[in-house]
DNA sequence: TCCAGAGTTGAATCCTGGTTCAGGTTTCAG
DNA sequence: CTGAAACCTGAACCAGGATTCAACTCTGGA
């Protein structure tokens, strides 16, 4: 899909590229399989047509990955990042936490419609490698904790449980990117984020 | 897992048992696949497995199901009722849609701590079937919204946008059932199905 | 310029596991 | 009782695809 600006910080292992041509083989396959997983799903998906697509031979994708789960590993850590990268920014942007609860929804909906594939990379990876998917989320989770009890202690939420919260909000945000985005993207982001943010910031509490 | 009641109203087809021998056997296989891609998961589940599982010969699983992905999708079905039939009676039995959706999540939330390989079967059915996976969100959503609804026509709830409320709160409480169900069932759900409503009730906003 | 190491190549190997099939055995309506 | 339909059995077949490997070509530092 999109070119991976940097494979990440990969520590070096053995099979880090040493020279430039190397470097951007690796990029290749990378963005290779990217498209692949992203297209047919972990077991679909054929080392074989990630070669392919990359326009190297099947020989060259073991020069930097060990396996098939190796790769799809390395994939989750780099959409992970991307995500975050993406949505971060507009959260910090935004004058108060639950403006930037709405920005970062929006920001969160846009990229998934620009990027269903990545989005079902790392769903997948629940099943294909737990941990990776796990932290994934608990990451962003403890991320979002963090910042809503920042949030509180400027006077702009309440108080609250922050795990819970945090855990809520997220697949409140998955869920609706699932929905408003990969799988019907007739509606205008804005309209669901306005909603979602309503809904948030209100409660379904009947007016009072 | 759990023993299957009723192999589900399958409409008959060529492959519909016609004797008691038959139905038996059936739900032996039923059962036996539950337990197998609940511990395994689709892929690294094998049928020969689930025969061995069944005490039953490889052919006769053939007998009942075209193909793997075949069994897969009747499983599918199948829990996605279960929990619906577990949740929906203490939804009902609340005096009012708030103090369901908190009794509901509770519900919810032990219905997942006692059926963790049943939860993960549906969720792995987004990438081996995925429209059955849709129909199952889709189905729950729209319940939902529909019940948020004529909850507003009471005055118990406010009003608002039905499809984002009910793909936010239902991903809402995936993502708990995931994180305090599956992964950590340490803290008891009733606090967890607390907080989840005082958010959902109320909001984030500060207290006025 | 030189060459050791870094990269590249793709046919061949190997293995896993879904699916088939040719015979039995059991059930049950007539 | 009886035979046709239902069921059961599991070894054998086979396709797909991950991984290996031995021979070859670049790259870049000295």
Same sequence: chains 1, 2.
Wanted: hydrophobic residues 45%; proline residues 3%; charged residues 25%.
């Amino acid at each position: 899909m999109t070119a991976t600006p940097q494979p990440s910080e990969a520590l070096a292992t053995a099979k880090t590229p040493r020279t430039e041509r190397g470097r951007k083989t690796l990029r290749l396959i990378l963005d290779a399989a990217a498209e692949e997983f992203g297209a047919r799903g972990y077991h679909e998906g054929s080392i074989a047509r990630i070669a392919q697509r990359a326009s190297v031979a099947i020989g060259s994708f073991y020069t930097y990955f060990d396996s098939k789960e190796a790769v799809f590993r390395a994939l989750v850590a780099d959409m992970s990042r991307q995500v975050r990268e993406h949505v971060v920014p507009f959260i910090l942007a935004a004058p108060d936490r639950l403006a930037g609860e709405r920005a970062g929804l929006s920001a969160y909906l846009d990229f998934v419609r620009t990027h269903k594939a990545l989005y079902r990379i790392i769903d997948e990876s629940a099943f294909v490698a737990e941990d990776a998917y796990r932290r994934h989320y608990v990451d962003v989770a403890d991320g979002y904790a963090t910042s809503l009890e920042q949030a509180f202690g400027r006077g702009e939420v309440s108080d609250g449980d922050w795990q819970v919260r945090a855990w809520a909000i997220m697949g409140m945000n998955v869920f609706l990117g699932l929905k408003f985005g990969v799988w019907d993207d007739a509606r205008p982001v804005e309209e669901i984020a306005a909603a979602a943010h309503a809904l948030i910031t209100n409660g379904l509490a009947p007016r009072a």
